[in-house]
């Protein structure tokens, strides 16, 4: 009996160091997945004001703009200029694109409207990020609050405020998380159109590695879920669902759109329009054959259908907004 129980501690403390050294292989690669996935791909703007400007004379009132996060960081991103006290829109990208993808919807949205729209670069993203990483939703959820912030400081020729009282949030995929949450911490967010919603940031961590790092995907980003608590240690990283935050959405207008074009995220947007409050009116659009994630692929036909759909939906509840109920 004792030469058995010497034989598997023996075995054992051989096998030990083997277990040790697997954890810790698994750990680093977990983390240097997050790392290289946080990092999104750059490239230049699809199109620049200057550029957009040379066909639509409200492009060529779109400035940049600079303000500052909570945390001190820096932000950046394009301004058009609406009406004063007319209504504002903050306009959310998805990850690994920038705010060149939204420029062409958000000056069709200040033609038809007049009403302010800001369109952030998001952390990480954008030509010359002041911010190297993204954080999936994290971080950002804040950011777009210090953009609210940003907006409603904004005075007219007069030294008026420039935007009204009713403000409200496009976003597709990241940024459809990242407008969901902020919306959730703030009730003035009136109206919310969310475009190809990740059911949370493992979900989209899931797809940006699935696409950076195709082979063994499924596996690759399970590994990568268990790198976020060391990578992100700091707390940086959403770890609820969004149907969770959902159910804080209380007394809003929603409108969820999803299509083909992103699947996994078809599924969730669509499961998503079931975790609202009974209060929060929301309209469901998920068999569209282009979402806003993949518009840059459609038909002129298609897109100017969406893009329609997106402007009726704020000008409808975004001019006689109800007050919302905190």
Not at 168 to 178: N, Q, T
């Amino acid at each position: 009996m004792a030469k058995i129980t010497r034989l598997f501690k023996n075995f054992f403390r051989l096998l030990l160091p083997v277990c040790l050294l697997l954890i810790v292989s698994f750990a680093a690669a977990g983390v240097w997945l997050v790392q290289k996935t946080a990092q999104p791909p750059h490239a230049a703007y699809l199109v620049t004001p200057e550029k957009y400007g040379r066909f639509s004379p409200r492009g060529a009132r779109v400035t940049e703009e600079t303000w500052t996060n909570s945390d001190g960081t820096a932000a950046h991103g394009w301004l058009l200029r609406g009406t004063e006290n007319a209504p504002a829109v903050v306009m959310f990208h998805r990850y690994g694109a920038d705010r060149s993808y939204l420029l062409d919807l958000g000056v069709k949205i200040n033609e038809a409207t007049d009403f302010t729209i800001l369109m952030p670069d998001e952390r990480g993203h954008g030509e010359n990020s002041p911010i190297k990483n993204t954080t999936f939703g994290g971080c950002e959820t804040d950011d777009a609050l210090s953009a609210v912030a940003f907006v409603r400081s904004l005075k007219s020729d007069g030294q008026n405020n420039l935007v009204g009282q009713n403000i409200g949030f496009y976003g597709v995929e990241m940024g459809a998380m990242v407008a969901l949450a902020a919306a959730a911490k703030d009730v003035n967010i009136k109206a919310l159109a969310l475009d190809s919603v990740p059911l949370n940031s493992d979900e989209l961590l899931a797809s940006a590695i699935g696409q950076r790092f195709p082979f063994a995907s499924f596996l690759t980003s399970q590994i990568a879920a268990q790198g976020t608590y060391l990578y992100f240690y700091d707390g940086c990283y959403r770890r609820d669902s969004m149907c969770d935050v959902a159910s804080l959405i209380r007394n809003r207008q929603v409108l969820l759109l999803a299509g083909p074009d992103a699947p996994d995220f078809q599924i969730s947007t669509a499961a998503l329009s079931k975790c609202f409050p009974n209060d929060t009116k929301v309209e469901a659009k998920t068999e569209l054959n282009h979402s806003g994630y993949g518009n840059t692929n459609a038909s002129l036909e298609q897109s100017e259908a969406y893009d329609r759909r997106v402007i009726d939906f704020f000008k409808e509840n975004l001019v006689s907004a109800p007050a919302v109920k905190p």
